[in-house]
């Protein structure tokens, strides 16, 4: 068993392709009241709900409250995301382009941390 790793080792342990890992880091870095979680399935959470995450495709899901999810959906022409055969209701598919353009997609996740901020916080799991 591992008792340490070093800083990068955690962005290794996913198969995300490291380009989208680091379009998806950089922009996690844009909102110091976010922090980047999840070794496997790198993600953001807040209150125990997880509000974007970045699929092995490489392809980044953002959850958002109806009304934006709407609007986003319509200016960006694209879907709900979709992994494992699931739709997931509350999340859309940032496109690739979208991905790469940090500045424009900045104001979705500040729009998708303050719509997990008004959810009702999950209890934490019991490790063990």
């Known amino acids: 068993m591992r008792l340490w790793a070093k800083d990068n080792e955690h962005h290794q342990e996913n198969n995300v392709p490291p380009e989208k890992l680091e379009l998806y880091e950089k922009l996690v870095a844009t909102n110091p009241d976010i922090?980047?979680?999840g070794a496997s399935v790198p993600n953001t959470s807040l209150n125990?709900?997880?509000f974007s995450y970045l699929?092995?495709?490489g392809a980044m899901a953002l959850r958002l409250s109806t009304g934006e999810r709407e609007k986003f959906l319509a200016k960006y022409k694209t879907r709900l995301f979709e992994a494992y055969g699931?739709?997931?209701k509350e999340y859309v598919t940032v496109p690739d382009a979208l991905l790469a353009e940090t500045n424009e997609l900045k104001p979705y996740l500040k729009m998708s941390y303050?719509?997990?901020r008004s959810l009702k916080p999950?209890?934490?799991k019991k490790k063990g």
């Open 35 to 37: 922090g980047r979680k």
């Open 48 to 50: 125990g709900n997880m």
């Open 55 to 57: 699929h092995a495709s």
């Open 86 to 88: 699931i739709v997931q």
């Open 114 to 116: 303050e719509y997990a």
């Open 122 to 124: 999950k209890p934490a």
